[in-house]
């Protein structure tokens, strides 16, 4: 199957640009020694178009994605951060 799907940019000056699936619902947890990403179907989507953005050439090393549990996830989620090595 071939998806399409749009990825966001980067400039120096502005930093990320990312795009969201319409309708995303995201929440992080920490289980014992593990750390669950739960997501319904945009969610994946807008996670998916996140590390595609970060993984463009024009993004330097260190930029991140920093998704807080009092913005874009759900409730009781724990903050997520996303980082180009």
Do not use: C
């Not at 669950?36 to 595609?52: E, P, T």
């Amino acid at each position: 199957m071939e998806r399409s799907v749009t990825v966001g940019s980067y400039s120096s000056g502005g930093g990320l640009r990312l795009e969201w699936s319409p309708g995303f619902e995201i929440e992080v947890q920490a289980r014992s020694r593990e750390i669950v990403i739960k997501a319904n179907r945009a969610g994946l989507i807008s996670l998916a178009q996140h590390m595609l953005t970060l993984a463009e050439d024009s993004v330097p090393r260190g930029t991140h994605v920093h998704l807080d549990a009092s913005r874009e996830l759900e409730g009781a989620s724990m903050d997520l951060v996303i980082e180009r090595d």
